[in-house]
C-alpha cells in the first residue's frame, strides 16, 4: 500500500494536523491543500494536557484554522474556542495553576501568549 494513502497518527500532535484544515481529501488520499503558503507541515508541539485523545478533544471546540500555520507549542490548561486561525509562530503557555482559553473567533498571528487568560461569555 503506497504511503499517501495514510499518515500515520502516533501522537495527538499528528492527530491535530490530520484534523486540521491543512489537508484535503482527494479520491481516498489526503494532500496538502494548495492554498497552504509553506510547502511542508507546520511543526506542532502539545503539551501534557493534550496527550490522551480524550483531553485533546476536548479542548478544541474545532480543529483551528492553520493553512498560514508554521509553528505551534501548547503546554498547561489551554483550551480553543470554535472558529480560531493560528498565522505564523504561536506559542501558548499557561503556568501551572493556571488556564488559557482563546475565545472563539480569536486570530493569533506570531503570538506568544503566557501567564493566565479567561474571557467568560456572559
Same mark, same amino acid.
Given at each position: 500500500? *503506497?504511503? /499517501?494513502?495514510?499518515? *500515520?497518527?502516533k501522537? !495527538?500532535?499528528?492527530?491535530?494536523?490530520?484534523?486540521?484544515?491543512?489537508?484535503a =481529501?482527494?479520491?481516498?488520499?489526503?494532500?496538502?491543500?494548495?492554498?497552504? &503558503?509553506? /510547502?511542508?507541515? *507546520?511543526?506542532?508541539?502539545?503539551?501534557?494536557?493534550f496527550?490522551?485523545?480524550?483531553?485533546?478533544l476536548?479542548?478544541?471546540?474545532?480543529?483551528?484554522h492553520?493553512?498560514?500555520l508554521?509553528?505551534?507549542?501548547?503546554?498547561?490548561?489551554?483550551?480553543?474556542? /470554535?472558529?480560531? !486561525? =493560528?498565522?505564523?509562530?504561536?506559542? %501558548?503557555?499557561a503556568?501551572?495553576?493556571?488556564?488559557?482559553?482563546? *475565545? $472563539?473567533? /480569536? %486570530?493569533?498571528?506570531?503570538?506568544?501568549? $503566557?501567564g493566565?487568560?479567561? &474571557? =467568560?461569555?456572559?
Amino acid at each position: 500500500m *503506497p504511503r /499517501s494513502r495514510f499518515l *500515520p497518527v502516533k501522537s !495527538t500532535s499528528d492527530l491535530f494536523l490530520i484534523t486540521s484544515d491543512i489537508y484535503a =481529501l482527494e479520491n481516498g488520499k489526503l494532500t496538502l491543500d494548495p492554498k497552504r &503558503i509553506f /510547502s511542508t507541515v *507546520p511543526l506542532v508541539k502539545l503539551g501534557d494536557h493534550f496527550k490522551k485523545v480524550q483531553d485533546f478533544l476536548t479542548r478544541f471546540k474545532n480543529p483551528p484554522h492553520i493553512l498560514e500555520l508554521d509553528h505551534l507549542t501548547v503546554t498547561g490548561d489551554v483550551t480553543f474556542g /470554535s472558529d480560531v !486561525t =493560528l498565522r505564523g509562530t504561536v506559542i %501558548i503557555v499557561a503556568n501551572h495553576g493556571s488556564r488559557i482559553d482563546i *475565545p $472563539s473567533g /480569536s %486570530i493569533l498571528e506570531n503570538k506568544v501568549v $503566557s501567564g493566565n487568560l479567561r &474571557i =467568560l461569555d456572559h
